[in-house]
C-alpha cells in the first residue's frame, strides 16, 4: 500500500463513498462542491490556523476580500456545518466564527492542496499563458469568432496577498503560497 494510501486508511478514509470514484451519486463530491468557493477554503484555513474571529478581523487577516463577499462565504460555511455563529448578548453587538468538528477535519485536506499549490502554481501559469496565445488565433472556419483570450497570466504583489492576471488570490497567510519572482 502506498503512504498516500496507509494515510488515508489511518484517517478513516478508505471507506467506499458510494458510487464509483466521483460518480454523480458519490459522496466525495460533496466535499469538492462545499469548498468550491474560491474564499471558502482560505476563511477555513484561517479559522482553523487562528481559531474564533471576528469578521472584521477575518478581513485584515486575509487581505482582498470585501466584507460583502466574506459575509457570503461564512453563511455558505454554516450552511454547510463547517463554520459555526456565535452571537453575544452585548453592546455592541459581537459575533465570533470558529469551526465546527466538520471544519476542523478539513485542514489536512486544505494544507495538502495549498502544498500542491506551493508545487504546481509557476506550472499551472506557465500553462495558462501558453494557452492563451492559441486561444488568440483566428479559426480557419469561415465565419468562425476567435475567442476572447484572457491576457497571460502574471502576478502582482501586496504585503498582503499576491493576485495573478486571472484574479486568483493567492494569501500569504496560505501554506507554501505562491512568491512572485
Avoid at 476563511?43 to 469578521?55: Q, T
Avoid at 455558505?76 to 453592546?91: K, P
Avoid at 495558462?128 to 479559426?139: D, G, K, S, W
Wanted: net charge positive; proline share 8%; aromatic share 6%.
Amino acid at each position: 500500500m502506498s503512504d498516500m494510501g496507509a494515510e488515508a486508511g489511518e484517517q478513516g478514509l478508505d471507506e467506499d463513498l458510494g458510487g464509483r470514484e466521483y460518480a454523480a451519486d458519490c459522496q466525495a463530491r460533496v466535499a469538492f462542491e462545499v469548498l468550491s468557493n474560491r474564499w471558502d477554503s482560505v476563511i477555513v484555513y484561517i479559522l482553523g490556523e487562528s481559531g474564533p474571529m471576528r469578521p472584521r478581523a477575518l478581513i485584515t487577516r486575509i487581505g482582498g476580500i470585501s466584507p460583502k463577499v466574506l459575509n457570503e462565504a461564512l453563511r455558505r460555511l454554516e450552511y454547510n456545518g463547517l463554520v459555526v455563529r456565535q452571537a453575544y448578548a452585548e453592546a455592541p453587538p459581537r459575533v465570533d466564527y470558529s469551526l465546527t468538528e466538520a471544519g476542523l477535519a478539513l485542514l489536512g485536506p486544505i494544507r495538502a492542496m495549498g502544498m500542491w499549490a506551493g508545487r504546481y502554481t509557476e506550472a499551472v501559469l506557465a500553462a495558462q499563458a501558453r494557452f492563451a496565445p492559441r486561444e488568440a488565433r483566428p479559426h480557419s472556419r469561415r465565419g468562425a469568432v476567435p475567442s476572447t483570450a484572457p491576457a497571460p497570466s502574471r502576478t502582482t504583489t501586496r504585503s498582503d496577498h499576491t493576485t495573478t492576471a486571472r484574479g486568483i488570490v493567492l494569501p500569504r497567510s496560505c501554506p507554501d503560497s505562491h512568491e512572485p519572482r
